[in-house]
C-alpha cells in the first residue's frame, strides 16, 4: 500500500513558477514508477508527466513539455514537478499517482493522491 500527499500548490501569476511536491509513504517508493495528472474544472483528467522507477524515463504531455519538469529523490520518496512559464490553463487539481507497472500518459495507475490545487491567475 502506498499513500501520496501532494504540496505546493497554490496561486501564482502567469508566466511565474510553482514547484509540487509529492511525498509517498512506504519502504519500496523506488520501485514505483510514478506521475502527474490534473484536472481543470469542467474537464476530464489528463495526464501531466510520468517518471520511471530510477528516473532515467520521463514522459510529458505536449501542453507541458519544455515548461515542466519532473524529478525524483528515492532517498526522501519524494517526487517533484517543476512547473516554469506557467499559463492560465495551467489551472486545475494536480494529482500524484504511483504504480509498480503504469507509466506513461495510460490512467490506470493503481495509487492517487488527494490532489492539490494551482491556480494561475493573470
Known amino acids: 500500500q502506498v499513500q501520496l500527499v501532494e504540496s505546493g500548490g497554490g496561486l501564482v501569476q502567469a508566466g511565474g513558477s510553482l514547484t509540487l511536491s509529492c511525498t509517498a509513504s512506504g519502504r519500496t517508493f523506488s520501485s514505483y514508477a510514478m506521475g502527474w495528472f490534473r484536472q481543470a474544472p469542467g474537464n476530464e483528467r489528463e495526464f501531466v508527466s510520468s517518471i520511471n522507477w530510477s528516473g532515467s524515463n520521463t514522459y510529458y504531455a505536449d501542453s507541458v513539455k519544455g515548461r515542466f519538469t519532473i524529478s525524483r529523490d528515492n532517498a526522501k520518496n519524494t517526487l517533484y514537478l517543476q512547473m516554469n512559464s506557467l499559463k492560465l490553463e495551467d489551472t486545475a487539481v494536480y494529482y500524484c499517482?504511483?504504480?509498480?507497472?503504469?507509466?506513461?500518459?495510460?490512467?490506470?495507475?493503481?495509487?492517487w493522491g488527494q490532489g492539490t490545487q494551482v491556480t494561475v491567475s493573470s
Open positions: 499517482v504511483a504504480d509498480l507497472w503504469t507509466t506513461g500518459p495510460d490512467p490506470s495507475y493503481d495509487y
